[in-house]
């Protein structure tokens, strides 16, 4: 996996492009901003039925169809759909590649531009701003706007997707009608910060990343990428489910050889790496681990959480997942009981799973029940 | 959690008669915070006949998977850790059905409910009803009946009062109770209005409606 693999196929995705720009946190501007994005079912006459999805670290807006460059089903495609919880005869989906993002919006990989936006003719890399959620969230505003919606019936992610989610409810109050912030926290603690610069360290140390500029000599990291993404497909899981998938098992044998075993989990987390470099951008990668570290909703308000949803009229639904020990429940609790001081209208489950983080992506029918119920509710509040 | 009794009467919408008479103290758009709703039958009927903005605490986590999937604003948790955490005066009405005698701190719950809400709403099965005192006098063993129906070594329900027993701590707290009624096991209203002592020896639940005091 050292040598060299070509670099990612050009994929045209759907996008909107923002010709002045978007100010950022850090306080760059980012000229012009290129917004790629999906919609699903359709917006009604009124526009009153949108809801934006936000997605985690590694997805992308390809939230319901096949991924042009994988070939494999949209990330949430389980409960996306008619009929469904997130319900395509009745809602009009949004999702959008984050800023930062490899899949269409702007991010490292796109081409790096001047204050007037011209281009340079050499991608970002290592030179792209840092940035946040916020700014993340920012990006979709425009795009919001771009769309004709001026407020979203639903504001729906898991995980980085759910800090967007409860930034857009704290930035944008009157812009979100009932916000879902899923498996996630308001902050990114000193565990989850940690696991992601072991990732980002395992990039720095290939020698093929080459400081960041690995586009010069048609090389990606994969090695370091794929290293990064074995760590965070760890935490991804729980000790239950790695054991109930794999336990001891070994690849092709019954009991040690003590020569070329392998267990089936390595196997496992070896595929995870080697498929996720095809797909992704190690400066991508970099940007957004970077993002969710500094997240912390709090802060932005003198340290107190509930003064980020003081007064607000959006309408709130939360759920962890029992096993999840990288945004455990004590973290979505703990924005419960701010949400609580602040007044607001609350839903909160935690579910019982022995699938880790991943459960919010995976087959868990109370979960999609509670969201699909909320959503419906909010809907008939609505009256979409 | 205390169970309810199997064979309690339903009414329109499958909604227990106490809470029938809980709902009927609550006035049109209140502000509702019903603790232990479980899969909140309560709070669907004040937002759909009363229009009121009711929310729910329940730590029974599938009576709250059914109340979330049924659209309700209602979270995990339980009145002796999440009551805390909100506001002063943040609701018209707080709501605790059968549920004070299985709480830690029945007290330190009722102080809470008056801190959140200006009025508080409790229910409780009555521990001064004849037939306990007559099973503890005659038999010399801890009572078990239709309501309290669980051994002592396993009931949920820690903290048991009779009538004259809150009416003692509503005083002794400076509570003012602005209605109280004795009812039968079935939710039904008993005849014992006028006499604290006679609804404290023949009511199986007791219901109040308290304000704080100024």
Redesign the interface.
Known sequence: MSQAIAPFPEVAHQHAVFPDGLPLDCGAVVVPLTVAYRTYGTLNAERSNAVLVCHALTGDQYLAEPHPVTGKPGWWESIVGPGKPLDTDRYFLVCANVLGGCMGSTGPRSEMTDAEGRGLGRPWGTDFPSVTIRDMVRAQKRLMEHLGIARWLAVIGGSMGGMQVLEWAATYPDAVLAAAPIACAAHHSAQNIAFHEVGRQAIHGDPDWMGGRYWEEGRIPARGLAVARMVAHITYLSEQALTRKFGRRLRGASALTFLEDVFEVESYLRYQGSTFVQRFDANSYLTITRAMDFFDLAAEHEGDLSAAFRGTAT?F?LASFSSDWLFPTSES?AI???L????A????????SDKGHDAFLLEEP?FH??L???L???A?KAGV | MPEAPTDIRYVAKNMRLDLRLIAEMIPHGAKVLDIGCGDGALIEHLTREKQA?A?GIEID?AE??K???????????DADN?LA???DG?FDYVVLSRTLQAVERPREVLRQMLRIGAHAIVSFPNFGHWELRWRLLTRGRMPDTETWNRPWYETPNIHPCTILDFIALCEMEGYRVEKWLAVDERGLKAPWRRSVRLANLFGEQALFLLRRAG
Do not use: C, K, Q, W
């Open positions: 309408r639904f609790r419960v009981r701010a609580n001081a602040a007044g209208s609350v839903s909160f489950v935690e579910i019982a109370e029940a509670a699909g119920g909320f419906r509710g909010a008939e | 903005d929310r986590m709250v998977t109340a979330v999937s049924s659209g309700l604003a209602v979270i995990h948790g999440d955490f909100y506001p943040g």
